[in-house]
């Protein structure tokens, strides 16, 4: 199984990027698909997921009104869409999958990570 995260680089602050993330190696029917964040010297925290039914989504309140995660089935694809980039959104982006309710996400334990990619925000 393999989550290939993609899109992270350089911005300035008020910019926008977006993530892309293709799952492989097994069918992900059911699973949800999201992203985490880690910055240097901080624990990864958890951003945003979407659910299997591509309806049910779920927001760190610090991205709340400027990120959007959707999905494309077809292709085991997650994106998340960065809006309005701030300095304090700069980390590693990872991607993970999950059969849980993406409620019970949590950065403890999760079914399938992939490799970060790194978002820099210049101010």
């Known amino acids: 199984v393999q989550l290939q995260a993609s899109g992270g680089g350089l911005v300035q602050a008020g910019d926008s990027l977006m993530l892309s993330c293709v799952a492989s190696?097994?069918?992900?029917?059911?699973?949800?698909l999201g992203w985490f964040r880690q910055a240097p010297g901080k624990e990864r925290e958890f951003v945003a997921a979407?659910?299997?039914?591509?309806?049910?989504?779920r927001y760190a309140e610090s991205v709340k009104g400027r990120f959007t995660v959707s999905r494309d089935n077809a292709k085991n694809t997650v994106y998340l869409q960065m809006d309005s980039l701030k300095p304090e959104d700069a980390a590693d982006y990872y991607c993970?999958?999950?059969?849980?309710?993406?409620?019970?996400?949590?950065?403890?334990?999760?079914?399938?990570w992939g490799k970060g990619t790194l978002v820099t925000v210049s101010s």
């Open positions: 979407v659910e299997w039914n591509r309806v049910s989504k």
């Open positions: 190696g097994r069918t992900f029917n059911g699973y949800g």
């Open positions: 993970a999958a999950d059969r849980r309710s993406v409620l019970r996400w949590s950065s403890s334990f999760m079914e399938y």
